[in-house]
Protein backbone atom coordinates (compact mmCIF):
# COMPACT_ATOMS: atom_id res chain seq x y z
CA UNK A 1 0.00 0.00 0.00
CA UNK A 2 1.23 3.67 -1.02
CA UNK A 3 2.38 5.44 2.24
CA UNK A 4 0.27 8.31 1.69
CA UNK A 5 -3.40 5.89 1.74
CA UNK A 6 -2.22 4.72 5.50
CA UNK A 7 -3.42 8.26 6.12
CA UNK A 8 -7.41 9.31 4.97
CA UNK A 9 -9.86 12.17 5.12
CA UNK A 10 -11.15 9.86 8.05
CA UNK A 11 -9.28 11.74 10.42
CA UNK A 12 -10.50 15.30 10.07
CA UNK A 13 -13.49 13.74 11.98
CA UNK A 14 -13.21 15.82 14.82
CA UNK A 15 -13.81 19.51 13.34
CA UNK A 16 -12.28 21.37 16.48
CA UNK A 17 -8.70 19.83 15.70
CA UNK A 18 -6.93 21.36 13.45
CA UNK A 19 -6.70 19.44 10.21
CA UNK A 20 -2.41 19.82 10.70
CA UNK A 21 -2.97 18.04 14.32
CA UNK A 22 -5.25 15.68 12.74
CA UNK A 23 -2.91 14.56 10.36
CA UNK A 24 -0.11 14.83 12.97
CA UNK A 25 -1.57 12.83 15.25
CA UNK A 26 -2.84 9.62 12.59
CA UNK A 27 0.91 9.80 11.26
CA UNK A 28 2.40 9.42 14.96
CA UNK A 29 -0.36 6.71 15.54
CA UNK A 30 0.97 5.07 12.69
CA UNK A 31 4.56 5.42 13.83
CA UNK A 32 4.05 3.86 17.02
CA UNK A 33 1.87 0.70 16.02
CA UNK A 34 5.12 0.12 13.69
CA UNK A 35 3.08 0.66 10.48
CA UNK A 36 5.92 3.33 9.50
CA UNK A 37 8.90 1.91 10.52
CA UNK A 38 12.37 3.78 11.82
CA UNK A 39 13.83 4.94 8.85
CA UNK A 40 11.08 4.94 6.30
CA UNK A 41 10.27 8.06 4.49
CA UNK A 42 6.89 10.06 5.13
CA UNK A 43 5.04 10.76 1.73
CA UNK A 44 5.73 13.88 -0.05
CA UNK A 45 4.30 16.69 1.79
CA UNK A 46 2.43 18.19 -1.75
CA UNK A 47 1.72 14.42 -2.80
CA UNK A 48 -0.14 13.66 0.61
CA UNK A 49 -1.65 17.80 0.37
CA UNK A 50 -3.01 16.50 -2.62
CA UNK A 51 -5.02 13.17 -1.13
CA UNK A 52 -6.08 15.25 1.66
CA UNK A 53 -7.39 18.08 -0.34
CA UNK A 54 -5.22 20.28 2.05
CA UNK A 55 -2.41 22.47 1.16
CA UNK A 56 1.04 21.63 0.90
CA UNK A 57 1.49 23.93 4.36
CA UNK A 58 -1.04 22.13 6.61
CA UNK A 59 1.13 18.72 5.74
CA UNK A 60 4.18 20.50 6.68
CA UNK A 61 2.62 21.77 9.81
CA UNK A 62 1.65 18.48 10.51
CA UNK A 63 5.11 17.47 9.86
CA UNK A 64 7.13 19.99 11.95
CA UNK A 65 4.91 18.53 14.68
CA UNK A 66 5.98 15.29 14.47
CA UNK A 67 9.78 16.36 14.58
CA UNK A 68 8.73 18.44 17.38
CA UNK A 69 7.37 15.02 19.20
CA UNK A 70 10.34 13.17 18.08
CA UNK A 71 8.87 10.87 15.66
CA UNK A 72 10.34 12.27 12.35
CA UNK A 73 13.37 14.23 11.08
CA UNK A 74 13.46 16.52 8.00
CA UNK A 75 16.80 16.55 6.18
CA UNK A 76 17.52 18.73 3.34
CA UNK A 77 16.50 18.54 -0.07
CA UNK A 78 15.84 14.77 1.03
CA UNK A 79 12.15 14.32 2.75
CA UNK A 80 11.01 13.91 6.07
CA UNK A 81 11.96 10.07 7.45
CA UNK A 82 10.75 7.91 10.45
CA UNK A 83 12.67 8.14 13.43
CA UNK A 84 12.78 5.55 16.36
CA UNK A 85 10.59 7.33 19.92
CA UNK A 86 13.42 5.23 21.58
CA UNK A 87 16.18 7.57 19.89
CA UNK A 88 17.54 10.36 21.71
CA UNK A 89 16.84 13.47 19.80
CA UNK A 90 19.21 16.32 19.60
CA UNK A 91 18.89 19.10 22.27
CA UNK A 92 18.95 22.99 21.47
CA UNK A 93 22.49 22.71 23.00
CA UNK A 94 25.19 20.08 23.70
CA UNK A 95 24.04 19.53 27.39
CA UNK A 96 23.84 15.86 28.10
CA UNK A 97 20.09 15.53 28.98
CA UNK A 98 18.54 14.25 32.18
CA UNK A 99 16.84 10.74 31.85
CA UNK A 100 12.95 10.94 32.98
CA UNK A 101 11.92 8.68 30.20
CA UNK A 102 13.96 4.89 30.68
CA UNK A 103 12.51 2.94 32.91
CA UNK A 104 15.55 0.97 34.79
CA UNK A 105 17.19 -0.46 37.96
CA UNK A 106 19.03 2.05 40.56
CA UNK A 107 22.33 1.33 40.71
CA UNK A 108 22.72 0.60 43.95
CA UNK A 109 25.35 -2.14 44.10
CA UNK A 110 28.69 -1.82 43.60
CA UNK A 111 29.19 -5.12 41.51
CA UNK A 112 30.42 -6.25 44.75
CA UNK A 113 27.47 -9.17 45.04
CA UNK A 114 28.33 -10.09 41.77
CA UNK A 115 32.19 -10.35 41.74
CA UNK A 116 31.15 -12.65 44.95
CA UNK A 117 28.73 -14.91 42.84
CA UNK A 118 31.19 -15.50 40.25
CA UNK A 119 34.17 -16.21 42.77
CA UNK A 120 31.65 -19.12 44.31
CA UNK A 121 30.88 -20.35 41.50
CA UNK A 122 34.49 -20.44 39.63
CA UNK A 123 35.41 -22.54 43.13
CA UNK A 124 33.26 -25.41 42.77
CA UNK A 125 34.26 -27.45 39.53
CA UNK A 126 31.09 -29.10 39.97
CA UNK A 127 29.40 -25.88 38.78
CA UNK A 128 31.73 -25.06 36.32
CA UNK A 129 31.39 -27.78 34.41
CA UNK A 130 27.23 -27.71 34.83
CA UNK A 131 27.47 -24.27 33.77
CA UNK A 132 29.05 -25.13 30.40
CA UNK A 133 26.61 -28.14 29.39
CA UNK A 134 23.64 -27.99 27.91
CA UNK A 135 20.59 -27.62 29.94
CA UNK A 136 17.00 -29.13 30.08
CA UNK A 137 14.43 -26.40 28.12
CA UNK A 138 12.73 -25.45 31.35
CA UNK A 139 16.08 -24.89 33.25
CA UNK A 140 18.47 -26.88 35.54
CA UNK A 141 16.96 -28.09 38.34
CA UNK A 142 18.47 -26.71 40.94
CA UNK A 143 17.37 -23.06 39.35
CA UNK A 144 13.83 -23.38 39.09
CA UNK A 145 13.79 -24.80 43.15
CA UNK A 146 15.59 -21.29 43.35
CA UNK A 147 12.92 -19.64 40.97
CA UNK A 148 10.22 -21.35 42.86
CA UNK A 149 11.50 -19.99 46.10
CA UNK A 150 11.78 -16.44 44.63
CA UNK A 151 8.41 -16.55 43.11
CA UNK A 152 6.76 -17.15 46.46
CA UNK A 153 6.70 -13.91 47.29
CA UNK A 154 4.03 -13.25 44.79
CA UNK A 155 2.35 -15.87 46.78
CA UNK A 156 3.00 -19.01 44.77
CA UNK A 157 3.20 -22.38 46.19
CA UNK A 158 7.15 -22.65 45.67
CA UNK A 159 6.51 -25.76 43.76
CA UNK A 160 9.25 -26.19 41.32
CA UNK A 161 8.07 -28.21 39.00
CA UNK A 162 5.32 -25.28 37.67
CA UNK A 163 8.72 -22.75 36.57
CA UNK A 164 10.78 -22.39 34.20
CA UNK A 165 13.82 -20.44 33.62
CA UNK A 166 13.72 -17.47 30.87
CA UNK A 167 16.11 -14.80 29.48
CA UNK A 168 14.13 -12.40 31.33
CA UNK A 169 10.64 -11.39 31.55
CA UNK A 170 10.55 -10.28 27.74
CA UNK A 171 11.76 -13.37 26.39
CA UNK A 172 9.57 -15.71 28.82
CA UNK A 173 6.13 -12.91 27.05
CA UNK A 174 7.70 -14.30 23.52
CA UNK A 175 7.67 -17.78 24.31
CA UNK A 176 4.16 -17.52 26.34
CA UNK A 177 2.88 -15.83 22.73
CA UNK A 178 4.59 -18.46 20.28
CA UNK A 179 2.93 -20.90 22.24
CA UNK A 180 -0.51 -19.75 22.83
CA UNK A 181 -0.79 -17.75 19.79
CA UNK A 182 -1.45 -17.74 16.09
CA UNK A 183 -1.59 -14.69 13.86
CA UNK A 184 -4.58 -12.42 14.07
CA UNK A 185 -5.47 -13.55 16.86
CA UNK A 186 -6.74 -11.00 20.05
CA UNK A 187 -5.33 -10.14 22.69
CA UNK A 188 -7.05 -8.01 25.60
CA UNK A 189 -4.94 -6.16 27.82
CA UNK A 190 -4.90 -2.45 29.58
CA UNK A 191 -5.41 0.07 27.01
CA UNK A 192 -1.75 1.82 28.25
CA UNK A 193 0.24 -1.51 28.25
CA UNK A 194 4.04 -2.34 28.19
CA UNK A 195 5.76 -1.17 24.93
CA UNK A 196 7.26 -4.77 24.79
CA UNK A 197 4.13 -6.56 24.65
CA UNK A 198 3.14 -4.17 21.95
CA UNK A 199 6.70 -4.73 19.84
CA UNK A 200 5.73 -8.97 19.91
CA UNK A 201 2.15 -8.41 18.70
CA UNK A 202 3.30 -6.44 15.73
CA UNK A 203 5.59 -8.81 15.26
CA UNK A 204 3.19 -11.42 15.81
CA UNK A 205 1.08 -10.20 13.70
CA UNK A 206 -1.65 -10.17 16.99
CA UNK A 207 -4.52 -7.67 17.37
CA UNK A 208 -4.20 -5.56 20.60
CA UNK A 209 -7.18 -4.96 22.04
CA UNK A 210 -7.18 -2.13 25.21
CA UNK A 211 -9.32 -2.76 28.42
CA UNK A 212 -10.77 0.74 29.37
CA UNK A 213 -9.25 1.41 33.38
CA UNK A 214 -9.27 3.25 36.31
CA UNK A 215 -7.11 3.75 39.16
CA UNK A 216 -7.05 0.03 40.41
CA UNK A 217 -6.00 -1.11 36.39
CA UNK A 218 -8.42 -3.13 34.75
CA UNK A 219 -11.84 -2.69 34.40
CA UNK A 220 -13.55 -6.09 35.16
CA UNK A 221 -17.19 -4.98 33.35
CA UNK A 222 -14.90 -3.55 30.53
CA UNK A 223 -12.86 -6.91 29.88
CA UNK A 224 -16.18 -8.67 30.28
CA UNK A 225 -17.58 -6.88 27.63
CA UNK A 226 -14.79 -7.37 25.73
CA UNK A 227 -14.33 -10.94 26.20
CA UNK A 228 -18.40 -11.46 24.96
CA UNK A 229 -18.13 -9.66 21.78
CA UNK A 230 -14.50 -10.33 20.56
CA UNK A 231 -13.09 -13.66 19.91
CA UNK A 232 -9.85 -14.00 22.29
CA UNK A 233 -8.80 -16.07 24.49
CA UNK A 234 -5.34 -13.82 25.77
CA UNK A 235 -5.26 -11.36 28.26
CA UNK A 236 -2.25 -9.34 29.82
CA UNK A 237 -2.53 -7.55 32.61
CA UNK A 238 0.00 -5.63 35.38
CA UNK A 239 -2.18 -6.26 38.92
CA UNK A 240 0.72 -4.27 40.52
CA UNK A 241 2.01 -1.17 40.29
CA UNK A 242 1.01 -0.97 36.33
CA UNK A 243 3.76 0.51 33.85
CA UNK A 244 2.72 3.70 33.13
CA UNK A 245 -0.28 4.59 35.49
CA UNK A 246 1.01 2.65 39.46
CA UNK A 247 -2.58 1.31 39.38
CA UNK A 248 -2.36 -1.64 41.64
CA UNK A 249 -5.46 -3.88 42.32
CA UNK A 250 -7.15 -4.82 45.68
CA UNK A 251 -8.08 -8.11 46.71
CA UNK A 252 -11.37 -7.39 45.74
CA UNK A 253 -10.53 -6.35 42.11
CA UNK A 254 -8.21 -9.18 41.20
CA UNK A 255 -10.93 -11.79 42.37
CA UNK A 256 -13.58 -9.87 40.14
CA UNK A 257 -10.93 -10.02 36.93
CA UNK A 258 -10.25 -13.75 37.70
CA UNK A 259 -13.95 -14.53 37.28
CA UNK A 260 -13.61 -13.27 34.34
CA UNK A 261 -10.93 -14.96 33.11
CA UNK A 262 -12.74 -18.23 34.31
CA UNK A 263 -15.75 -17.53 33.50
CA UNK A 264 -15.06 -16.59 29.74
CA UNK A 265 -12.41 -19.47 29.46
CA UNK A 266 -9.60 -17.12 28.95
CA UNK A 267 -5.91 -17.92 29.59
CA UNK A 268 -4.10 -15.40 31.91
CA UNK A 269 -0.91 -13.63 31.07
CA UNK A 270 0.42 -11.58 34.45
CA UNK A 271 3.50 -9.59 34.78
CA UNK A 272 5.14 -9.04 37.91
CA UNK A 273 8.02 -7.92 36.94
CA UNK A 274 7.63 -4.42 39.31
CA UNK A 275 5.78 -5.83 41.96
CA UNK A 276 9.38 -7.39 43.03
CA UNK A 277 10.51 -4.39 44.30
CA UNK A 278 7.82 -4.34 46.84
CA UNK A 279 8.06 -5.45 50.77
CA UNK A 280 4.64 -7.53 50.40
CA UNK A 281 2.86 -8.00 47.34
CA UNK A 282 -0.33 -9.04 47.20
CA UNK A 283 -0.69 -12.71 46.12
CA UNK A 284 -0.64 -12.86 42.43
CA UNK A 285 -3.98 -12.79 40.28
CA UNK A 286 -2.84 -16.10 39.15
CA UNK A 287 -2.60 -17.88 41.90
CA UNK A 288 -6.54 -17.21 41.57
CA UNK A 289 -6.13 -19.37 38.61
CA UNK A 290 -3.30 -21.88 38.56
CA UNK A 291 -4.56 -23.76 35.71
CA UNK A 292 -5.05 -21.04 33.34
CA UNK A 293 -2.25 -18.16 34.08
CA UNK A 294 1.19 -17.77 33.17
CA UNK A 295 2.91 -15.53 35.43
CA UNK A 296 6.03 -13.83 34.45
CA UNK A 297 8.73 -11.93 36.80
CA UNK A 298 12.36 -11.12 36.50
CA UNK A 299 15.57 -9.43 38.27
CA UNK A 300 15.65 -6.64 35.94
CA UNK A 301 13.92 -3.69 38.08
CA UNK A 302 15.25 -4.81 41.83
CA UNK A 303 19.18 -5.96 40.25
CA UNK A 304 19.55 -4.49 36.59
CA UNK A 305 18.94 -4.84 33.29
CA UNK A 306 22.01 -6.86 32.32
CA UNK A 307 20.71 -9.41 34.88
CA UNK A 308 18.50 -11.33 31.88
CA UNK A 309 17.47 -13.96 34.34
CA UNK A 310 12.93 -14.38 34.43
CA UNK A 311 10.95 -17.25 35.43
CA UNK A 312 7.32 -18.25 34.02
CA UNK A 313 5.11 -20.21 36.54
CA UNK A 314 2.87 -21.83 34.68
CA UNK A 315 0.42 -25.41 35.20
CA UNK A 316 2.49 -28.15 34.81
CA UNK A 317 0.84 -29.30 31.58
CA UNK A 318 1.85 -26.28 29.90
CA UNK A 319 5.47 -26.63 30.61
CA UNK A 320 6.15 -28.92 27.84
CA UNK A 321 4.70 -26.68 25.04
CA UNK A 322 6.60 -23.85 26.32
CA UNK A 323 9.62 -25.84 26.39
CA UNK A 324 8.81 -26.39 22.68
CA UNK A 325 9.17 -22.93 22.28
CA UNK A 326 12.11 -22.49 23.94
CA UNK A 327 13.96 -25.40 22.39
CA UNK A 328 13.07 -23.65 19.08
CA UNK A 329 14.27 -20.01 20.13
CA UNK A 330 17.28 -20.91 21.68
CA UNK A 331 17.66 -24.38 22.62
CA UNK A 332 18.52 -23.55 26.39
CA UNK A 333 18.86 -20.40 28.61
CA UNK A 334 22.50 -20.10 29.30
CA UNK A 335 23.03 -21.31 32.74
CA UNK A 336 25.48 -18.92 33.85
CA UNK A 337 23.67 -16.14 34.87
CA UNK A 338 21.03 -18.25 36.40
CA UNK A 339 23.68 -19.59 38.65
CA UNK A 340 24.09 -16.35 39.59
CA UNK A 341 20.38 -15.34 40.29
CA UNK A 342 20.29 -18.71 42.27
CA UNK A 343 23.06 -17.73 44.56
CA UNK A 344 21.77 -14.65 45.16
CA UNK A 345 18.28 -15.74 46.10
CA UNK A 346 20.05 -18.67 48.38
CA UNK A 347 22.39 -16.51 50.45
CA UNK A 348 19.89 -13.47 50.77
CA UNK A 349 21.86 -11.29 48.09
CA UNK A 350 18.54 -10.88 46.52
CA UNK A 351 16.20 -9.56 49.05
CA UNK A 352 19.26 -7.46 49.84
CA UNK A 353 19.53 -5.72 46.22
CA UNK A 354 15.50 -5.18 46.43
CA UNK A 355 15.96 -3.36 49.80
CA UNK A 356 18.67 -1.17 48.08
CA UNK A 357 16.73 -0.37 45.34
CA UNK A 358 13.57 0.66 47.52
CA UNK A 359 15.63 2.70 49.90
CA UNK A 360 16.96 4.49 46.45
CA UNK A 361 13.41 4.81 45.38
CA UNK A 362 12.45 6.51 48.57
CA UNK A 363 15.44 8.74 48.53
CA UNK A 364 14.57 10.10 45.12
CA UNK A 365 10.11 9.98 45.81
CA UNK A 366 11.19 11.85 48.59
CA UNK A 367 13.04 14.37 46.57
CA UNK A 368 10.73 14.46 43.73
CA UNK A 369 6.69 14.55 45.23
CA UNK A 370 7.05 18.21 47.14
CA UNK A 371 8.54 19.60 44.07
CA UNK A 372 5.07 18.26 42.49
CA UNK A 373 3.01 19.32 44.76
CA UNK A 374 -0.40 20.97 43.75
CA UNK A 375 0.04 18.63 40.29
CA UNK A 376 -2.38 16.23 39.54
CA UNK A 377 0.06 12.91 39.40
CA UNK A 378 -0.21 9.58 40.82
CA UNK A 379 2.57 7.95 42.72
CA UNK A 380 3.15 4.88 44.64
CA UNK A 381 6.02 4.61 47.80
CA UNK A 382 7.69 1.62 46.16
CA UNK A 383 7.72 2.85 42.48
CA UNK A 384 10.16 4.98 40.70
CA UNK A 385 7.60 5.85 38.17
CA UNK A 386 5.15 9.09 37.98
CA UNK A 387 2.67 9.47 36.12
CA UNK A 388 1.45 13.24 35.53
CA UNK A 389 -1.68 14.06 33.31
CA UNK A 390 -0.88 17.59 31.96
CA UNK A 391 -3.24 20.48 32.41
CA UNK A 392 -5.28 22.35 29.52
CA UNK A 393 -4.25 23.56 27.38
CA UNK A 394 -0.81 21.77 27.36
CA UNK A 395 -0.77 18.49 25.01
CA UNK A 396 1.90 15.33 25.64
CA UNK A 397 3.51 15.82 22.29
CA UNK A 398 3.92 19.19 22.77
CA UNK A 399 4.88 19.41 26.14
CA UNK A 400 7.49 16.50 25.42
CA UNK A 401 9.09 18.65 22.49
CA UNK A 402 9.06 21.83 25.11
CA UNK A 403 10.86 19.68 27.96
CA UNK A 404 13.52 18.05 25.36
CA UNK A 405 14.63 21.84 24.26
CA UNK A 406 14.80 22.85 27.62
CA UNK A 407 17.01 19.09 28.82
CA UNK A 408 14.55 17.09 29.68
CA UNK A 409 13.37 13.44 28.62
CA UNK A 410 10.14 11.93 29.18
CA UNK A 411 7.57 9.55 27.83
CA UNK A 412 4.20 10.59 26.81
CA UNK A 413 1.07 8.47 26.91
CA UNK A 414 1.53 7.64 23.28
CA UNK A 415 4.38 5.35 23.91
CA UNK A 416 2.10 2.71 26.01
CA UNK A 417 -1.57 3.21 23.96
CA UNK A 418 -3.17 -0.11 22.60
CA UNK A 419 -4.72 0.27 19.14
CA UNK A 420 -5.90 3.33 17.64
CA UNK A 421 -7.98 4.50 20.71
CA UNK A 422 -6.58 8.04 21.83
CA UNK A 423 -3.95 8.42 24.25
CA UNK A 424 -4.53 10.52 27.13
CA UNK A 425 -2.85 14.11 27.36
CA UNK A 426 0.10 12.59 29.49
CA UNK A 427 3.82 11.67 30.92
CA UNK A 428 5.44 9.25 32.59
CA UNK A 429 8.44 10.35 34.68
CA UNK A 430 10.93 8.10 35.54
CA UNK A 431 12.93 8.77 38.25
CA UNK A 432 15.03 5.73 38.19
CA UNK A 433 17.07 6.70 35.12
CA UNK A 434 18.90 10.28 36.04
CA UNK A 435 22.43 9.25 38.13
CA UNK A 436 21.74 10.64 40.81
CA UNK A 437 18.93 12.56 43.57
CA UNK A 438 20.06 15.88 42.65
CA UNK A 439 19.82 15.09 38.40
CA UNK A 440 16.54 14.19 39.38
CA UNK A 441 15.45 17.24 41.69
CA UNK A 442 16.98 19.31 38.97
CA UNK A 443 15.16 17.88 36.31
CA UNK A 444 11.53 17.78 37.79
CA UNK A 445 12.51 21.51 38.92
CA UNK A 446 12.53 21.80 35.24
CA UNK A 447 9.48 19.78 34.10
CA UNK A 448 7.46 22.00 36.80
CA UNK A 449 8.75 24.97 34.89
CA UNK A 450 7.87 24.30 31.48
CA UNK A 451 4.46 23.11 33.01
CA UNK A 452 3.83 26.70 34.30
CA UNK A 453 4.78 28.45 31.01
CA UNK A 454 2.40 28.87 28.34
CA UNK A 455 2.34 26.04 25.44
CA UNK A 456 2.80 27.18 21.71
CA UNK A 457 -0.30 27.13 20.91
CA UNK A 458 1.11 27.88 17.42
CA UNK A 459 2.69 24.77 16.76
CA UNK A 460 0.63 22.50 18.66
CA UNK A 461 -2.65 23.23 20.10
Not at 33 to 46: F, I, V, Y
Not at 304 to 313: A, F, H, S
Request: hydrophobic content about 45%; some cysteine.
Amino acid sequence: MPLENLISKACFHDASRPKYQAIADELAQHILNGQLPTGERLPPQRKLAQRLAVTAGTVSHAYAILEQRGLATARIGDGTYVRSPEQPMPLADSATPVDLAHNVAIATDDGRALAEALQRVAADPQVIRQVLSYQPETGHAHHRQAGARWLKRFGTTGDANRVMVTHGAQHGLSCVLRTLARPGDALLTESLSYPGLQALARLMRLQLVGIEMDAQGMLPEALEHAARNIDAKLVFCSPDLHNPTNASMSPERRQAIANVVRQRNLLLIEDAVHAAAQVSPLPALSTLLPEQSFLLTSFSKVAGPGLRVGYIEAAPQWLSKLAASMRADCWMVAPLLPEIASDWIESGVAGQLIDLQRRAIAERLAVALPLLQGLDYRSHPESPLVWLPLPEPWRAGQFSAALRQAGVLVRTADHFAVGRSAAPHAVRLSLNAAKSVAEVASGLQTVVNVLQGAPNIQMDP
